[in-house]
T-cell receptor, first 114, second 115 residues
Framework: AQSVSQHNHHVILSEAASLELGCNYS??????LFWYVQYPGQHLQLLLK??????LVKGIKGFEAEFIKSKFSFNLRKPSVQWSDTAEYFC????????????FGSGTRLSIRP | GAVVSQHPSRVICKSGTSVKIECRSL??????MFWYRQFPKKSLMLMAT?????????EQGVEKDKFLINHASLTLSTLTVTSAHPEDSSFYIC???????????FGPGTRLTVL
């Protein structure tokens, strides 16, 4: 079965530090990849997505992610985090060109020290 | 504005009662709706896929008799938690199938607390 792994459960950074959150998936075929953010008390919001084309995807709020097919990875990055980035981050995948179920990773809690 | 709505947003009930959660797609027709649950500080777990006019498909380990799903129209899917118990307390989220588009809208969620 398809799965998504996020190995960082909780990341604590200071403001202005650089961020990289890992995401690996297990599926050998076509995938659509997503990063979602959930701010405290709010519902999921889409940060960015990869469907095809340029493997370096830029999203909202200065986030970007790179799809590396050979590594089955889709890591999320931000060069300089802000206190307002404190949230839960979820990597997700739709496996297969005709599938539509989104499978989520376990999430990474990001805490930013002001 | 909101594209997917859920009602109620929050519900507290006694153990043994049933609770119905509605999910509506406001701006488009949703042939298929996905239902997720999210435990505190945990990820979203896909529970089932509801299809308009037919039976829902449940993920492994999800009790179909406990979590009744009805998808009576192209804009409304309902999840009924029957004979709720405290371990059913969770955050339930719906999202319509948007295959073929690059946008996935999630409902705002329903927080269920079973006393």
């Amino acid at each position: 079965a398809q799965s998504v792994s996020q190995h960082n459960h909780h990341v604590i950074l200071s403001e202005a530090a650089s961020l990289e959150l890992g995401c690996n998936y297990s599926y050998g075929g076509t995938v659509n990849l997503f990063w979602y953010v959930q701010y405290p008390g709010q519902h999921l919001q889409l940060l960015l997505k990869y469907f095809s084309g340029d493997p370096l995807v830029k999203g909202i709020k200065g986030f970007e992610a790179e799809f590396i097919k050979s590594k089955f990875s889709f890591n999320l990055r931000k060069p300089s985090v802000q206190w307002s980035d404190t949230a839960e981050y979820f990597c997700a995948v739709i496996a297969g060109s005709s599938a539509s179920k989104i499978i989520f990773g376990s999430g990474t809690r990001l805490s930013i020290r002001p | 504005g909101a594209v997917v709505s859920q009602h109620p947003s929050r519900v507290i009930c006694k153990s043994g009662t049933s609770v119905k959660i509605e999910c509506r797609s406001l701006d488009f027709q949703a042939t298929t709706m996905f239902w997720y649950r999210q435990f505190p500080k945990k990820s979203l777990m896909l529970m089932a896929t509801s299809n308009e006019g037919s039976k829902a498909t449940y993920e492994q380990g999800v009790e179909k008799d406990k979590f009744l799903i009805n998808h009576a129209s192209l804009t409304l899917s309902t999840l009924t938690v029957t004979s709720a118990h405290p371990e059913d307390s969770s955050f339930y989220i719906c999202t319509p199938d948007r295959v073929g588009t690059d946008t996935q809208y999630f409902g705002p969620g329903t927080r269920l607390t079973v006393l």
